[in-house]
T-cell receptor, first 112, second 112 residues
Framework: QKEVEQNSGPLSVPEGAIASLNCTYS??????FFWYRQYSGKSPELIMF????GDKEDGRFTAQLNKASQYVSLLIRDSQPSDSATYLC????????????FGTGTRLTIIP | DAMVIQNPRYQVTQFGKPVTLSCSQT?????MYWYQQKSSQAPKLLFH???????NEADTPDNFQSRRPNTSFCFLDIRSPGLGDAAMYLC???????????FGPGTRLTVL
């Protein structure tokens, strides 16, 4: 079983709709969770991180964490064509580990 | 602006010809990472430094070496590149107190 799993997509969402990206992880002790956006040929860019169960909102982005279900998601409201990218979920196994485990990413396409 | 810089952005080398990739940061971050990312794959951690303490991943080939002469600079040496080493090489940094990693723009390595 992969440590961090994401649906590779592609996920196609109409412009203006809500895009929902999902990630599950295998290590129940994981503490910190990150979402990165990666445009084709570019490096990952940090969008959000979340440590506590529940929702965390930043502009059009909302991260949701459910540690009991070992599930983290990213919602993008009012999707724009510029949101078309690959979204990487990353998990820090435990505090002080200094390392992230990345999923393979979900490719999101926003359709104008 | 504080940032992570990688040079060169594109590197072409011949099979077996040593190559060095560089990363510098103006963020004064304690931790520096080197990742390898191949197309449609997750970034794969090769090694990282916490200050001068070097941490090698168990599955990083001996062909890959790294140096961190000071806080600002970190180098990735590939002693004898093979065709399978063609990839994007990503440098990332973070402070010792937070968990978020910030990536440089990457170096695209081509092996002929």
């Amino acid at each position: 079983q992969k440590e961090v799993e994401q649906n590779s997509g592609p996920l196609s969402v109409p412009e203006g709709a809500i895009a929902s990206l999902n990630c599950t992880y295998s290590d129940r002790g994981s503490q910190s969770f990150f979402w990165y956006r990666q445009y084709s040929g570019k490096s990952p860019e940090l969008i959000m991180f979340i440590y506590s169960n529940g929702d965390k909102e930043d502009g059009r982005f909302t991260a949701q964490l459910n540690k009991a279900s070992q599930y983290v998601s990213l919602l993008i409201r009012d999707s724009q064509p510029s949101d078309s990218a690959t979204y990487l979920c990353a998990v820090e196994p435990n505090f002080g580990n200094e390392k992230l485990t990345f999923g393979t990413g979900t490719r999101l396409t926003i359709i104008p | 602006d504080a940032m992570v810089i990688q040079n060169p952005r594109y590197q072409v080398t011949q099979f077996g010809k040593p190559v060095t990739l560089s990363c510098s940061q103006t963020l004064n971050h304690n931790v520096m990472y080197w990742y390898q990312q191949k197309s449609s794959q997750a970034p794969k951690l090769l090694f990282h430094y916490y200050d001068k303490d070097f941490n090698n991943e168990a599955d990083t080939p001996d062909n890959f070496q790294s140096r961190r002469p000071n806080t600002s600079f970190c180098f990735l040496d590939i002693r004898s590149p093979g065709l399978g080493d063609a990839a994007m090489y990503l440098c990332a940094t973070r402070t010792g107190q937070t968990l978020e990693q910030f990536f440089g723009p990457g170096t695209r390595l081509t092996v002929l």
